[in-house]
C-alpha cells in the first residue's frame, strides 16, 4: 500500500496504516509507519515491563491480540497486527501509545492533556489521568474554542518568542458519562476501540492552524472540596505545576532527554500565564468550572 | 521482607479506617496524616499501571485491563524492597485456569476486614447515594463492581455479593489470611489493632498503638474531611466518615429489610455471628 502523509505534533508523517484522526501532510517525512515484522523480543533490553522492552534507541509494546510494535530512534513505527485485530486498535496503540514514545525518544516536550485555541491563542488543560482534561477541552468546544490535540500536547519552544502548541490527534476521548455531560443527546456508541470504554468526539471545530501561540496552560487537578478554584501561579510553583504533567515513560531514561525536559518546562512556565485549577468531582458543575476558568484566563 | 500486604474487605466495613490507622503508625511524627495524602493510597494509580506494564489503561478495553492486572500486581510488588500495601475491594476470583486475581507469589499475607451486612447496608446507602432498597439488592448482586481507583481509566474490581465476596476471602486457603470483624476493632481497638499490626508486619508497642489510634479517630477524620473534602468520596454520595457506629441499623432499617438482609446472607452472616451479635 502507497503511504499516506501526515502532520501530528510538528511532524510529518508517513504511513501505511491510514489515520484519519491527524491532519493530511506533505513534504519528506520525519516518521514513518509501517506495517512489517516485528521481533518478539529485544537483544539486551535494558527495562523490561509486563508489555514493553526498551534499549536506549528501540521500545517494543506488545499488546496481546493487538499487535506488536516497534518503535524506533523517534524515526520509524513497525505494526506488526495479530490475526483478526481491529484497524481502530491498531489506530489507537500507534496513535496514542506509539508517536508519544517516538516524540519522547526525539526529545520533544508533551504534556498529558488537550489544547483549544481562539482568535490565535492556545489554552493547554494539562493535569493527571482522571482530572478530566478532555472533558473541559470538550465543554470548551462549545464556548466556541477549536480543538488543537487531545490527551497528548506537544509544546514548541523557539529559541526566543512564544511557545507554541502543534495540533495533534483532534478527536477527543471521552469517558461516557463525560460525553453526556458535554453533548446531552449526542449518541454514546462511536468507541475508541470495539469493547473500549472510551468514547471518541469528533470536534465540531479544528484549529485551522498547524501550530498556535500557548498564551496559558491549565493544570487541572480533580479537587476534594465542593467549590472550584482557579489560582494563578508563578516561578517556582507554575514550574512544579507543569513539570509532573509531562508525558514521559520512565523506562526511557535518558539523562540527556529528561535535562531537556526538565529545562524546557522551566522555559515553559516562564512564557506562559500558569494557572491551577481545583474542580470538583463529578460532572454536576462542569458549567461552572468552565464559567470559572474563562472568567480567570480572561476569554 | 517484600510482597503486597492486602487490605481487603467488602465497601464500608473499616478497610479505610484501617489504611488511615497504618499510616499515622508508619508515620515518622505524631501529627495526624492527611487524609488527601495518605502513604498507603487508594489502589495502584493509572500511573502505576502504565510505569509497570507500558500502556496506557485508558487505551485498553475492560477485559484487557482485568487480564493483565496480576502480572502489574506481580511487577509492583517485585519493584519494592518493602511491604506494598493494597486496598483492594474485589472477591477472591480466579481466572478460568484456576489462577488467583490477587497473584499468590506476589502476596505476602491478606487482612480481611468483615462487618455487619446490616450495617453495611446503611453505610453504602450514604456513600453510593442509593435509598435503602436498592443498597440491599446491590448487596445481593453477584454481578456488583466498585471502583479500583481514582481514574476511569484502570477498570472496575468485581465485588460480587456481600456473600460472596467474604465467603471468596473466608475460603482463601493458600495465602495468610487475618479476619477481622469491624465491630471488634470498634470494642476492642487497642487489642484488636495491636493484633492486626503484627500480622501485616508493624509489630508496635502499645503506646504507639494508642497515639496511631487517637491520630485515626473519627472525630479527628471528620474534621479533617469537613475542613478539606475527602478525595475517596463518592460525589454521588454524603460525607465519607459519617458514625462508623456498630448496631446503626436498628434505628434505620425497617423490620422487613432487616430480614430481607438476614435472608439474603443468612449463611454467612451464621458463620459470622452476626445473626445472634450486633
Redesign the interface.
Known amino acids: 500500500m502507497t503511504p499516506r502523509l501526515y502532520d501530528a505534533f510538528g511532524l510529518s508523517l508517513s504511513s501505511t496504516l491510514a489515520l484519519p484522526e491527524l491532519l493530511p501532510g506533505e513534504g519528506v517525512p520525519q516518521v514513518r509507519i509501517r506495517e512489517a515484522s516485528v521481533p518478539p523480543t529485544l537483544d539486551a533490553p535494558r527495562h523490561e515491563?509486563?508489555?514493553?522492552q526498551a534499549t536506549n534507541a528501540e521500545?517494543l509494546?506488545k499488546?496481546?491480540?493487538v499487535a506488536r510494535v516497534l518503535v524506533s530512534h523517534g524515526r520509524e513505527i513497525l505494526v506488526q497486527a495479530e490475526p483478526g485485530a481491529d484497524a481502530a486498535s491498531l489506530r489507537?496503540?500507534v496513535l496514542?501509545?506509539a508517536l508519544r514514545i517516538v516524540m519522547q525518544q526525539r526529545g520533544m516536550l508533551v504534556l498529558r492533556g488537550s489544547a483549544v485555541a481562539l482568535r490565535g491563542r492556545a489554552l493547554v488543560l494539562a493535569g493527571?489521568?482522571?482530572s478530566g482534561t478532555s472533558t473541559l477541552a470538550a465543554a470548551l468546544l462549545r464556548q466556541g474554542f477549536a480543538a488543537l490535540c487531545d490527551d497528548l500536547c506537544a509544546c514548541v519552544l523557539p529559541p526566543e518568542g512564544s511557545a507554541r502548541a502543534s495540533a495533534g490527534i483532534q478527536h477527543l476521548?471521552l469517558?461516557p458519562d463525560s460525553l453526556k455531560a458535554v453533548r446531552p443527546g449526542a449518541p454514546t456508541t462511536t468507541r475508541?476501540?470495539?469493547?473500549?470504554?472510551?468514547r471518541v468526539l469528533v470536534p465540531p471545530r479544528s484549529s485551522p492552524e498547524r501550530s498556535v501561540v500557548i498564551t496559558d496552560i491549565c493544570v487541572v487537578h480533580?479537587?476534594?472540596?465542593?467549590a472550584c478554584a482557579c489560582e494563578a501561579l508563578t516561578g517556582v510553583e507554575a514550574f512544579n505545576a507543569i513539570l509532573p504533567c509531562g508525558r514521559r515513560?520512565?523506562?526511557l531514561d535518558d539523562a540527556r532527554l529528561d535535562a531537556a525536559a526538565f529545562r524546557d518546562t522551566a522555559q515553559l512556565a516562564n512564557r506562559v500565564r500558569v494557572y491551577r485549577l481545583n474542580r470538583?468531582?463529578?460532572l454536576?458543575t462542569l458549567e461552572h468550572v468552565v464559567e470559572t476558568l474563562l472568567d480567570r484566563i480572561g476569554t | 521482607m517484600s510482597g503486597i500486604v492486602w487490605l481487603a474487605s467488602y465497601p464500608k466495613s473499616g478497610n479505610t479506617w484501617v489504611r488511615i490507622f497504618l499510616c499515622n503508625l508508619l508515620a515518622e511524627d505524631d501529627t495526624a496524616v492527611d487524609i488527601n495524602r495518605l502513604a498507603i493510597p487508594w489502589g495502584l494509580s493509572a500511573d502505576d499501571f502504565e510505569r509497570l506494564s507500558g500502556l496506557d489503561p485508558g487505551l485498553l478495553t475492560a477485559a484487557e485491563t482485568e487480564a493483565l492486572w496480576p502480572d502489574v500486581l506481580k511487577a509492583a510488588a517485585s519493584s519494592s524492597d518493602k511491604p506494598l500495601f493494597v486496598k483492594t475491594h474485589r472477591a477472591y476470583t480466579r481466572d478460568a485456569d484456576g489462577a488467583p486475581f490477587h497473584p499468590l507469589e506476589a502476596t505476602r499475607c491478606a487482612l480481611y476486614l468483615v462487618r455487619n451486612p446490616l450495617d453495611v447496608c446503611v453505610s453504602y446507602s450514604h456513600h453510593l447515594g442509593y435509598d435503602i432498597e436498592r443498597t440491599i439488592a446491590t448487596l445481593r448482586d453477584d454481578a456488583h463492581t466498585v471502583a479500583r481507583g481514582e481514574s476511569n481509566a484502570i477498570g472496575p474490581d468485581l465485588a460480587m455479593s456481600w456473600s460472596s465476596h467474604v465467603g471468596s476471602w473466608l475460603e482463601v486457603a493458600e495465602m495468610k489470611t487475618l479476619v477481622v470483624r469491624f465491630e471488634d476493632l470498634v470494642r476492642a481497638p487497642l487489642a484488636s489493632f495491636s493484633r492486626l499490626a503484627a500480622f501485616v508486619g508493624l509489630p508496635c508497642s502499645a503506646a504507639q498503638i494508642r497515639a496511631a489510634l487517637q491520630a485515626s479517630r473519627l472525630e479527628c477524620l471528620q474534621e479533617q474531611e469537613a475542613r478539606a473534602g475527602f478525595r475517596e468520596r463518592n460525589p454521588r454520595g454524603g460525607l465519607f466518615f459519617r458514625r462508623g457506629e456498630v448496631g446503626e441499623w436498628r434505628t434505620v432499617l425497617t423490620g422487613a429489610q432487616a430480614q430481607t438482609i438476614r435472608s439474603d446472607h443468612g449463611a454467612m452472616m451464621q458463620r459470622l455471628g452476626y445473626l445472634t451479635r450486633c
Open positions: 515491563g509486563v508489555c514493553y521500545v509494546l499488546v496481546p491480540g489507537c496503540l496514542w501509545q493527571p489521568p482522571g476521548l469517558w475508541l476501540r470495539p469493547l473500549a470504554e472510551r480533580r479537587g476534594t472540596k465542593a515513560a520512565s523506562y470538583p468531582t463529578g454536576a
